[in-house]
């Protein structure tokens, strides 16, 4: 009788173990899983950020010429990367303050470009690298 009670504790103790290791692997890889989610729409959005000054500046130097065209292509691409990288966000982090956030900071970073003036475009990529910095803040939150 003792050894089949004993067995009984073994075998509960290694299916509790395996368990437990499956949860916190799990909650581990999730958490890697959503950090980098975060951290893929940031990159994104800042590439989003640098075109868009740069598409201002082409803009300003030849409107409509080849290299503001190309800008302008670029830029759409560019936007499109950080749409898909947002649906990331939302699929891994699926909490409605980041994704508001996230929404926010996608507009900021893309109207930098029809910025009427240096000083006005200056002020909106200002604000759109704010923007980043609040989703980073507030996500990293969420993420934990």
Do not use: C
């Amino acid at each position: 009788m003792t050894s089949v009670f004993t067995s009984l504790i073994a075998v509960t103790g290694t299916l509790l173990g395996a368990a437990l290791g499956y949860f916190l692997q799990r909650r581990s890889a999730n958490r890697a899983e959503q950090q980098a989610a975060v951290l893929a729409f940031a990159n994104a959005i800042t590439a989003v950020i640098l075109n868009q000054q740069d598409r201002w500046h082409r803009a300003a130097e030849d409107p409509g010429g080849p290299e503001d065209l190309v800008a302008q292509r670029e830029s759409h691409r560019l936007r499109n990367v950080a749409r898909q990288a947002m649906n990331g966000v939302a699929l891994h982090v699926p909490i409605a303050a980041v994704l508001n956030q996230a929404e926010a900071t996608f507009w900021t970073a893309s109207e930098v470009h029809s910025a009427p003036t240096a000083a006005d475009r200056t002020t909106r990529s200002r604000a759109a690298h704010q923007s980043v910095r609040t989703f980073i803040t507030l996500a990293s939150k969420a993420v934990r």
